[in-house]
């Protein structure tokens, strides 16, 4: 302890260096936020061991097809000015190969000698496709820089199509957006602390530590090398919620040693001393919470858990170290805009709970079997496409390409390159004829009966087949990740590997397939982990095995509670959404049952019967949740509202619902809980006595 002290009075000496260091420290990490990458790819998460990644690995460094798009052209555009285009394209640092149909036919192949296959897939509606190939992944920065490029060269009266120009829109939607989360959320928590705290110059200097140690831990994330751009647009709104509580409890901290104390420096340096005990043993379970996302076989669990640890870690160094310096130097203008709280005492409401505590216990145990229900009937989608607003580039030229050209997903085979021409015709056979096949392009299908191997250009050869594989192109009505596309996964699969047991399948239908196997899995392993993360550390802090069990039992109703709204009114979320959002409410939320739960440990162990002192707890606790639960509600509900990207949208919608549904429980359901097992609590917790 006393070498806390001497921190705190370290920190209050050299307060105005502190700024100034804080302050040149935000150009390395504006450096950092600038160089660190963006991932727009959900599928370039799977790991590495699965086959279809393995698949899509053949496909970028031996076919130079890391992913493709497709250009719908308009059949009016006259040849010539076709070839021109190509030429351009082809001059894209990115692009591999563009093949129109005036590659395919040369000038030695009728069009008449085509397969119908063939011909249906180079022009149908009065529209042709041209296809391009890039030599880097479906989201690479270089990728969707071509995409760009692209665009521009093809004009409005052509639309680009395929997973990476989708990726590239939702790049610009992002970046168009951004700005507006910060704005929104920063808003509305200065809104929230403005009513909650005694100054109206305190929000302001709050939110502008905070703003530092978010863009430390934005510019940190070049150790990283990339974040997805799903972390990228969250981290900002849940670090400035998660972590606003720290910077409340030193400034209320602060004011109360001012009171005894009298002397400012005396007052902040005490103030560290407390903030810095208490919020350790807080932010200790919201990290442990984030990093149970790691756990996840889906490495964006990954990325988002360790972007979110270091922004908590962050936000405890800044607000033991540069907020103490703000409040100190600004100390004039806190006095000058003081205002009375605006938040009453809640005496009534702390009686109520108290006194009605086994009604509080009905309703609870009424609740349960319903919010277990509802939690477990939850409805997701792992279609990423449908999480995009209509308006988009991509999503108007993937329908087109979809009604045109039936082509509705596409799943490729890679087989061994030697494998006899009669031999792949009967394995295509057997495949065209499953449901839910519109047909299937590959080196066998292109030469059918009348065009010999030699007649092919080079270019479209290199396409289909290398010195190891050929590649089969599998058109399908059925969309990604649903339960017919998975089956007819499963059926193709089950062809090509009696005639190739060494074959394998890549494309975006078989990587949303595994995808959909692999988030299953997640779902469940991720909230064990983090539940059983957090009761281990609980039972240190509280020295207890049964208090924890409380705790996490009703944080948990109060994430069940929070998904069955999902469920009962029907809306249909990101599957993302689902697995992350138990994790991050818990670690989050938990918080606001460890400081009531030490409130009335400690009211007990100062001889108070179980209903005055938890009358006490919650009458010293419910301002701090309260504001804690309405600034991470504020932070998040602007993302939710403003969002155009489902994906995003959704997961704050959770979070910012699941705040103040966690408040709500902490506050009547824990503290009749807690008055209902006090003689078990008493007798597995530590130091504790029943009187």
Do not use: W
């Not at 056979?429 to 009348?450: F, M, P, R, S, Y």
Request: aromatic share 6%.
């Amino acid at each position: 302890m006393i070498k806390v002290q001497k921190f705190g009075e370290f920190i209050v000496n050299h307060r105005r260096l502190i700024i100034i260091i804080c302050l040149l420290l935000l150009i390395p990490s504006i450096i950092g936020i600038k160089a660190t990458k963006i991932n727009y790819d959900i599928l370039s998460y799977l790991p590495d061991t699965v086959d279809t990644v393995k698949g899509q690995n053949i496909l970028t460094d031996e076919f130079g097809m890391g992913s493709y798009s497709i250009v719908i052209i308009d059949n009016k555009m006259k040849d010539k000015d076709i070839l021109k285009m190509e030429d351009k394209i082809k001059e894209i640092d990115a692009v591999d190969k563009v093949i129109s149909k005036s590659d395919i036919l040369g000038t030695s192949i009728p069009e008449e000698m085509l397969p119908d296959d063939v011909k249906e897939a180079i022009n149908k509606d009065g529209t042709t496709p041209i296809l391009v190939t890039f030599k880097t992944g479906m989201a690479a920065g270089e990728t969707l820089d071509a995409i760009d490029d692209l665009r521009d060269i093809v004009g409005d009266s052509c639309k680009v199509s395929g997973i990476s120009a989708t990726s590239d829109d939702i790049r610009i939607l992002l970046d168009q957006e951004m700005s507006v989360y910060v704005v929104v959320a920063s808003i509305f928590c200065i809104i929230v602390l403005m009513i909650a705290l005694d100054s109206y110059g305190v929000p302001l200097i709050i939110l502008g530590g905070i703003g530092i140690a978010i863009l430390y831990n934005m510019g940190t994330n070049i150790v990283l090398g990339q974040i997805s751009y799903i972390t990228k647009a969250i981290a900002t709104v849940l670090q400035l919620g998660v972590t606003m509580d720290f910077s409340i409890f030193l400034y209320h901290s602060y004011q109360r040693q001012k009171e005894i104390l009298g002397d400012k420096n005396k007052a902040m340096a005490t103030a560290i001393k407390e903030t810095l005990v208490s919020i350790v043993g807080s932010s200790t379970t919201t990290i442990a919470g984030f990093l149970a996302l790691c756990t996840m076989s889906l490495t964006l669990g990954t990325d988002i858990g360790l972007v979110m640890a270091k922004g908590v870690l962050i936000g405890v160094i800044t607000t033991v170290t540069l907020l103490p310096s703000l409040l100190l130097v600004f100390d004039k203008v806190i006095e000058k805009t003081k205002h009375k709280e605006l938040l009453p005492e809640f005496k009534k409401f702390s009686n109520f709970v108290v006194n009605h505590y086994k009604a509080m216990i009905v309703v609870f145990l009424l609740l349960l079997a319903p919010a277990i229900y509802g939690n477990n009937n939850v409805k997701v989608y792992y279609n990423l496409n449908k999480s995009l607003p209509d308006t988009l580039q991509s999503v108007s030229a993937n329908k087109e390409l979809q009604e045109k050209f039936n082509m509705v997903s596409t799943q490729m085979v890679l087989v061994n390159k030697d494998m006899k021409a009669d031999t792949a015709k009967q394995m295509i056979n057997e495949i065209k004829d499953l449901d839910g096949v519109d047909g299937v392009i590959g080196l066998q299908e292109l030469l059918g009966d009348n065009i010999s191997k030699e007649m092919i250009p080079d270019d479209i050869l290199s396409i289909f087949e290398n010195d190891k594989y050929q590649l089969l192109i599998i058109n399908s009505t059925y969309e990604n990740a649903t339960d017919e596309s998975n089956a007819l996964i499963q059926k193709v699969n089950e062809i090509v590997s009696k005639y190739d047991k060494n074959a394998i399948m890549a494309g975006e239908g078989p990587l949303m397939n595994d995808l959909v196997k692999i988030a299953d899995h997640d779902f469940n392993s991720v909230n064990v982990t983090s539940a059983v993360v957090i009761f281990v550390i609980m039972i240190f802090v509280f020295k207890s095995i049964s208090l924890p069990v409380i705790l996490i039992a009703v944080i948990e109703f109060a994430i069940f509670a929070n998904m069955s709204f999902t469920s009962y009114f029907g809306t249909v979320i990101p599957f993302i959404a689902s697995i992350v959002i138990g994790t991050i409410q818990l670690g989050a939320t938990v918080d606001y049952a460890i400081l009531m739960t030490n409130k009335y440990v400690q009211n007990r162990k100062n001889g108070e019967a179980p209903k005055e002192a938890m009358r006490l707890s919650v009458q010293d606790s419910i301002k701090s949740v309260i504001v804690s639960a309405f600034c991470f509600f504020a932070a998040t509900c602007g993302v939710s509202l403003f969002s155009n990207i489902e994906m995003i949208g959704s997961i704050c919608t959770l979070i910012s619902r699941g705040a103040i549904i966690s408040m709500v429980v902490v506050l009547t359901v824990l503290p009749a809980c807690l008055i209902l097992c006090d003689r078990v609590i008493c007798k597995t917790t530590k130091g504790l006595v029943r009187k």
